[in-house]
């Protein structure tokens, strides 16, 4: 079976490690990640980047970025209501683990031959385009003044509350899902190599797939939030990993129709 892996050529993946220490790295010192979080965060741009596509890199950068200035957004509120989710934007080992674990996976199941070439572009677009739809409706929403429950859109709820959902993080959800969709498939356009795998099996018209069901994968989560995570059963790294997870399969079981 190991043999059996596809992988870069060697200078390929030098350059892929010195790129993967210099975003951990860089994520640290300029406070995004912590320690332990930029540990995972170079652990899983080295699977991606080796087992996956080098341009998958790039895509992970964009994400980490958004999520930092998202969370940074209107840092002195948020922490006068008590609904900030890190410490001045710092996101920590657990907030990788289940933000990036999936897009990790994908590249393994695509290195073994589990996934072929167009599902691994479909679903590694897929899970970034959920985690961020997810942490923006997260730190946009907490600053709607009339959140209700997404299980009963008649109870209002305080801020930041599990299952809680608000017009401003729905549009805010939406929008960056459709956003870093194009952004992938933009990058995987201009910058996969015609003989590389995912060249051949690439098609345009598969950001609809990611766009769509990466909004969906944070309906999933707000589900989860205020059923699961609300009972004790999940905690929020459960809960984000579910969903991201959800809206990878569910789009390589749309996939077909294309």
Same mark, same amino acid.
């Given at each position: 079976?190991? @043999?059996d ?16 220490i ?10 995004v ?50 609904v ?70 008649l @109870?209002?709820? @305080? ?15 939406l ?7 194009m ?30 069901? %990466? ?9 989860? %939030? ?7 059963i999940?905690?929020?790294t %459960? ?20």
């Amino acid at each position: 079976m190991i @043999e059996d892996i596809l992988l870069p050529e060697p200078l390929t993946i030098l350059s892929i490690t010195i790129v993967s220490i210099l975003i951990s790295g860089i994520a640290f010192f300029k406070k995004v990640l912590d320690q332990g979080g930029s540990a995972l965060a170079f652990l899983v741009c080295f699977i991606i980047g080796t087992l996956g596509h080098w341009s998958w890199l790039l895509i992970m950068l964009i994400f980490v970025g958004s999520a930092f200035l998202a969370t940074r957004f209107a840092i002195v509120y948020k922490k006068a209501l008590g609904v900030e989710e890190s410490d001045e934007g710092t996101r920590g080992g657990w907030n990788v683990i289940s933000n990036g674990m999936v897009p990790a996976i994908i590249a393994l199941l695509y290195s073994f031959g589990f996934l072929t070439a167009e599902q691994a572009l479909v679903g590694f677009a897929t899970s970034v385009a959920a985690a961020m739809a997810d942490t923006m409706a997260s730190e946009i929403g907490v600053l709607s003044p009339q959140p209700v429950l997404i299980t009963n859109p008649l @109870e209002k709820v @305080e801020p930041g509350t599990d299952g809680g959902i608000s017009l401003e993080g729905t549009i805010a959800s939406l929008l960056s899902s459709v956003s870093i969709s194009m952004l992938s498939f933009a990058a995987f356009l201009l910058l996969i190599e015609e003989n590389h795998p995912f060249y051949s099996s690439f098609k345009i018209d598969y950001w609809y797939i990611s766009s769509f069901f %990466g909004f969906f994968g944070c309906i999933i989560d707000s589900l989860l %939030g205020a059923t699961l995570e609300k009972r004790g059963i999940l905690d929020n790294t %459960g809960v984000n990993f579910i969903s991201i997870s959800l809206a990878v399969v569910f789009s390589l079981l749309f996939l077909p129709l294309f």
